[in-house]
């Protein structure tokens, strides 16, 4: 057993962590921990809660390893996983909402920017986490892919599991969405 | 950065020929990042490894508690056995009368007991 996975790969990594060792698995944490947290606080807004879905993804990712063949990077891996319980958790507080208003799930939503000292960057967060809200989830997934992950529309393509063409066509329509919303803010 | 070039890198980002990786970055040295708390990683090795211990402890309940069954159950058999060979040694056989106590009882004794005459 190692005491520290630090300089590890990511094949030694998945070894060490199958084989029950936590440090191992905390290393892959405190490696993705940030990327997570991006797609989540991206989609759902930067709010406290949403650290209950990123260890979520985690301890899923933690029972998945085993099937983890190794045909992509274990980063694409991570966010599959990540969108797939954030659109979930969109869709099931949609259905949560729905039974009591007829608004729309982003009237649940709410920003917590409050946490930066500095004003210039607690603006732009503010500016970023506002623009994606105003944003159809459909839309905000390829936005958060692109913009905040930096992920060329072909790892969008793959991480979404959509045709190249689809993925063109919604930051396309994103774009105008966000003139618009830009505009207003 | 001001929020003009902010609003023009979000914009720009969605450019099918934008370099995304280089708008990221930047966006994120100018305040535009995400992270969880200090605490994150240990509370989501807790999740992981607590449960582990969880199950294993069921686990050793599960197994004790099969054990203590057999103990019960081969003490239960013992006393059976022990049992059936004193009914045999006190009523000489393994009837239904002796199982009943009444082996060495005439019928007689039976009707007089139960009329009271």
């Known amino acids: 057993m190692k005491e520290s996975y630090s300089r590890a ?48 993804v985690f301890v899923k990712l933690y029972h998945s390893l085993s099937e983890f063949r190794g045909d992509s990077k274990l980063a694409t891996y991570i966010q599959k996983i990540a969108v797939n319980l954030t659109l979930n958790e969109i869709k099931r507080r949609k259905r949560f909402l729905s039974m009591f208003t007829q608004k ?52 969008t393509a793959e991480i979404l599991e959509l045709p190249l063409g689809t993925v063109l066509s919604r930051l396309s329509r994103a774009q105008e969405q966000l003139k618009d919303i830009l505009q207003k803010l | 950065m001001t929020r003009p070039e902010i609003k023009q890198l979000i914009i720009s980002s969605l450019d099918s020929g934008a370099d995304a990786g280089a708008i990221a970055r930047q966006l994120e ?42 103990r019960v159950a081969l003490t239960g058999v013992a006393a059976i056995v022990l049992l059936m060979i004193s009914i045999f040694l006190m009523e000489g056989s393994f009837s239904i009368n002796s199982f009943l106590g009444i082996g060495d009882t005439i019928d007689e004794s039976i009707v007089c007991l139960l009329t009271g005459n």
């Not at chain 1, 199958?18 to 990327?35: Q, T």
């Not at chain 1, 159809?136 to 529309?153: A, N």
């Not at chain 2, 509370?43 to 004790?64: H, M, P, S, T, W």
């Open chain 2, 29 to 70: 040295d100018g305040g535009v990042s995400y992270d969880y708390s200090d605490k994150f990683t240990g509370r989501v090795l807790d999740k992981i490894f607590e449960a582990g211990l969880i199950i294993n402890r069921e686990q050793e309940f599960v197994r004790r508690l099969s054990s203590v069954f057999y």
């Open chain 1, 104 to 155: 729309g799930s982003d009237e649940m939503y709410e920003m917590e920017v409050a946490d930066e000292n500095n004003e210039e960057k607690r603006e732009a967060k503010e500016i970023v986490g506002k623009a994606l809200m105003g944003l159809d989830p459909k839309f905000r997934i390829v936005v958060t892919m692109r913009m905040l992950q930096g992920y060329s529309t072909k790892e």
């Open chain 1, 9 to 56: 790969d990511e094949t030694e990594l998945i070894r060490a962590s199958l084989d029950g060792e936590s440090l191992a698995f905390g290393e892959i944490v405190n490696r993705y921990r940030k990327m997570v947290a991006r797609t989540i606080r991206g989609m759902l807004g930067d709010t406290v809660f949403t650290e209950d879905l990123g260890q979520e």
